[in-house]
């Protein structure tokens, strides 16, 4: 069966098809991660060229058909194309690194959570003013909660008392998705150390639901290894197969300069 469908959508990436045409990879919101073959699109003046540049947010229609892996595009247009991510090198490594996360956790289904959230999220990188990679780190946290393991640093894992603030470190029970307190540091499973240092910023940056304001003055540069190294260890405990982004040396090699 065929159907025309309309579809807003986020590029996460394009790559060259034949002399002329390109396939394009992306997450929809309807229709979750999705790949188009959008004919003679390398042609200098063809309609669509301009349009397809990573991170751009657009309107597509579609014609799609069932067991086809590519679909055609028929018409596209451009919703927001955040022209200061790609100004800004900073800006370019978050968004990047934001596209990329969608593209290994998503899926061929619809997840208007996850599509608004990268809306959301290329928005507020978009007219960040420093500290842009503050909104990566929240984005990463909240995609984690949309898959189903959101992690949790308020409330011990096993007797759920206050985690007292202050604290110099803390284990963290990966199983659990929350830190352990001092009265339940025997409970068995996996666990990964969080100084307080850092606990707390993961703790403010998970309580921030709309980072416009707050992200900048939480995330702090300095600690930008401890910071992916705990997010990147928890989402690999709990999806399985996830290599290392081809964005995150960029990143780092960014935040190493500033």
């Given amino acids: 069966m065929s159907a025309i469908s309309k579809t807003d959508a986020v590029i996460l990436r394009t790559m060259k098809f034949r002399e002329s045409s390109k396939i394009v990879s992306l997450f929809t919101q309807n229709f979750g991660k999705m790949s188009v ?16 540049e990573p991170m751009s947010h657009v309107a597509l229609v579609v014609y799609r058909k069932e067991g086809r892996d590519i679909q055609t595009v028929s018409q596209c247009d451009v919703v927001e194309s955040f022209r200061h991510i790609r100004e800004d090198l900073e800006k370019l490594a978050a968004g990047m690194s934001v596209i990329e996360l969608v593209s290994l956790v998503g899926h061929e289904e619809e997840n ?5 959230l990268l809306v959301d999220s290329l ?25 189903g393991f959101e992690p949790r640093f308020d409330r011990c894992a096993v007797c759920s008392k206050q985690i007292e603030p202050g604290i110099r470190s803390i284990k963290f029970l990966l199983g659990k998705g929350s830190p352990v307190c001092g009265s339940c540091q025997s409970s068995s499973g996996p666990t990964i150390s969080l100084s307080g240092r850092l ?15 707050a ?5 702090a540069p300095e600690m930008k290894e401890e910071v992916e190294g705990f997010l990147w260890t928890y989402l690999r405990f709990h999806v399985s197969g996830i290599g290392t982004m081809r964005s995150e040396k960029v990143f780092s090699q960014v935040l190493a300069q500033m």
């Fill in 112 to 116: 208007g959570a996850l599509f608004h």
């Fill in 215 to 219: 992200v900048p003055a939480l995330a």
């Fill in 37 to 52: 073959i959008v004919k003679g699109a390398q042609r200098a003046k063809h309609g669509f060229g301009t349009m397809l």
């Fill in 123 to 147: 928005r507020w990188i978009d007219a960040s003013e420093k500290q842009s990679y503050g909104y990566y780190w929240h984005f990463h946290l909240k995609v984690m909660g949309i898959l």
């Fill in 199 to 213: 606990h707390r910023l993961l703790e403010d940056l998970h309580s921030t639901p709309v980072p416009e304001t």
